[in-house]
């Protein structure tokens, strides 16, 4: 599986941004698929995760303000992301694991993640 995420710039706090993530190489297996963010000197964190089914879950910190959607017939992930604020910056990256279970709690859940296939990044940076 290869992922390949764009998208990213720069933008004003207040502004919109929609991440893409180009999938290749995978089966019709069920699979959960994320969107997670590392800022400098912090931790990766997962911001949002979509299942196979089409289930959808975000993190707090993000609720309301992005959306995570799919498109099977382009093999594609986005993640709209509405009213961003500076503290959005961060590298994002794509990932995907080839089950279901526990898909839904990967953004609410402080326990790390585990994602077989990663995406290598697109930054995004908000200014204020």
């Known amino acids: 599986v290869q992922l390949v995420e764009s998208g990213g710039g720069s933008v004003q706090a207040g502004g919109s941004l929609r991440l893409s993530c180009a999938a290749s190489?995978?089966?019709?297996?069920?699979?959960?698929m994320g969107w997670f963010r590392q800022a400098p000197g912090k931790e990766r964190e997962a911001v949002a995760t979509i299942d196979s089914d089409g289930n959808t879950n975000y993190a707090h910190s993000v609720q309301g303000r992005f959306a995570i959607s799919k498109d099977a017939a382009k093999n594609t992930l986005y993640l709209q992301m509405n009213n961003l604020k500076s503290e959005d910056t961060a590298m994002y990256y794509c990932?995907?694991?080839?089950?279901?279970?526990?898909?839904?709690?990967?953004?609410?859940?402080?326990?790390?993640?585990?994602?077989?296939?990663w995406g290598q990044g697109t930054q995004v940076t908000v200014s204020s």
């Open positions: 990932a995907r694991r080839n089950y279901v279970a526990g898909c839904m709690v990967v953004a609410t859940s402080p326990t790390p993640p585990v994602f077989a296939y």
């Open positions: 190489g995978y089966d019709y297996r069920p699979y959960c």
